[in-house]
């Protein structure tokens, strides 16, 4: 987004996007980040919009394209340089599951700020294959309990990008940093290389990708899931 717009653009969302597509049952927008200053480019924010389904996206759609919400589209793309959209939909497994969308806020919450660690990667298998991987390995990996050191993140959400959307076959964890002094050692230490042997999952991984991207993210204090 253009810096100088700053905390109109989070309004927009915050004061017209969320109350707009929560109004009936279709959608409701569930996460309003920002990408923290020093961990990429600058004035990046990350939102996720959940919608009941494929036909409640298509009725919010028109809305942005003809409806009521186009004056706000409007005004809202005169606020950033660009902006990258893309159709999600949950893997079977998703921590998220079946979310009710009557339960989640339309109106501006006071909490916490959360810092969250999405990692996008790109298969050069199956995507099936890819996220069955997360499924089987990198998700009890991350939940083990015998280890001394405290677990680093949860996974909340799993998403895949919709077939025939977005880039090549594409996979993004949502994950929220439980333990802040992990990160700072994860961020601060080289991996070992034990932890790259046969048998890690830093070696076996590269059997399903060796392209991924990490991303730090904030929550507002407002954002409806944080």
């Excluded at 109004?23 to 919608?51: E, K, S």
């Amino acid at each position: 987004m253009r810096g100088v717009h700053e905390e109109a653009f989070e309004s927009a969302f915050r004061e017209g996007w969320m109350p707009a597509v929560g109004a009936g049952g279709d959608a409701r927008l569930l996460w309003y980040c920002h990408q923290p200053h020093g961990a990429g480019p600058a004035y990046r924010h990350v939102t996720i919009t959940a919608f009941r389904d494929a036909a409640a996206w298509e009725r919010v759609a028109e809305r942005v394209q003809t409806g009521d919400l186009r004056q706000w589209a409007r005004e809202f793309d005169g606020m950033r340089h660009d902006g990258i959209g893309k159709l999600l939909v949950q893997v079977p497994w998703s921590p998220l599951g079946n979310l009710d969308l009557s339960s989640v806020p339309v109106e501006p919450q006071d909490h916490e700020h959360s810092l969250y660690m999405e990692d996008t990667g790109w298969p050069h298998v199956p995507l099936d294959d890819y996220t069955g991987y997360w499924e089987g390995v990198y998700l009890p990996l991350i939940n083990a309990t015998e280890s001394k050191a405290p677990r680093l993140l949860e996974v909340e959400a799993v998403f895949q990008v919709a077939h025939g959307t977005g880039r090549r076959p594409e996979a993004i964890l949502m994950q929220k940093v439980v333990s802040h002094e992990g990160l700072l050692r994860l961020l601060e230490t080289e991996v070992p290389s034990k932890m790259k042997q046969p048998g890690t999952f830093m070696h076996d991984a590269l059997q399903y990708r060796d392209q991924w991207e990490s991303r730090l993210l904030r929550t507002t204090s407002w954002s409806p899931m944080w």
